[in-house]
């Protein structure tokens, strides 16, 4: 008798209409998290891609204009970049006669007014050229890449070439 008292209640709870609002808060609850999760992971892979693209695009800038200059022959540049860079967005400030501080970011034509684009902070090169074994031509590359990147010397490092790869 127990079996049918039991199975009684739960005829009786979904008649009343209780679990079947649970049961619909519940998956629309778990479709709202999905959509979340899935939105984040495409940012996070749309950000580290134009990193990498960012990264690319001045390698293949930078191996062009180094191995113009006398003596380093083929040269093959590798970057290394930490943060994805960082866009500065335009706020006004309001403050209220309470003193309630209000920032909101500005508008124009529906999108938010970017004020300026850092790109991803460099973190390390590395410079393989043919002619590196020579002391001016790998004072040349190492002096050109930190001029043009703007970045410290000490994290660029110049090596030459294997004999074997020409």
């Known amino acids: 008798m127990s079996?049918?008292?039991?199975?009684?209640?739960i005829k009786t709870k979904v008649k009343s209409g209780k679990v079947i609002?649970?049961?619909i808060v519940l998956v629309l609850a778990a479709v709202v998290l999905f959509i979340i999760f899935t939105s984040f992971g495409n940012e996070e892979k749309t950000a580290s891609a134009d990193s990498?693209?960012?990264?690319?695009?001045l390698e293949n800038k930078l191996s062009s204009i180094l191995s113009q200059i006398s003596g380093a022959g083929k040269v093959d540049v590798f970057i290394t970049a930490e943060s994805e860079g960082e866009k500065v967005i335009?706020?006004?400030?309001?403050?209220?006669?309470d003193g309630t501080v209000t920032?909101?970011?500005?508008?124009?034509?529906?999108?938010?007014v970017i004020l300026e684009e850092k790109n991803p902070e460099i973190t390390g090169v590395l410079i393989v050229a043919d002619g590196a074994d020579d002391l001016n031509v790998r004072f040349n590359l190492?002096?050109?890449?930190?001029?043009?990147?703007?970045?410290?010397?000490s994290i660029i490092k110049v090596y030459t070439r294997?004999?074997?790869s020409k």
């Open 21 to 23: 609002e649970i049961l």
């Open 103 to 112: 920032t909101t970011p500005v508008f124009s034509g529906g999108d938010i």
């Open 162 to 164: 294997n004999g074997d």
């Open 90 to 97: 335009a706020t006004e400030t309001i403050v209220d006669e």
């Open 52 to 57: 990498a693209a960012y990264a690319e695009n």
């Open 3 to 9: 079996d049918n008292s039991a199975l009684e209640k």
């Open 142 to 153: 190492l002096e050109a890449t930190a001029s043009v990147l703007n970045i410290n010397q």
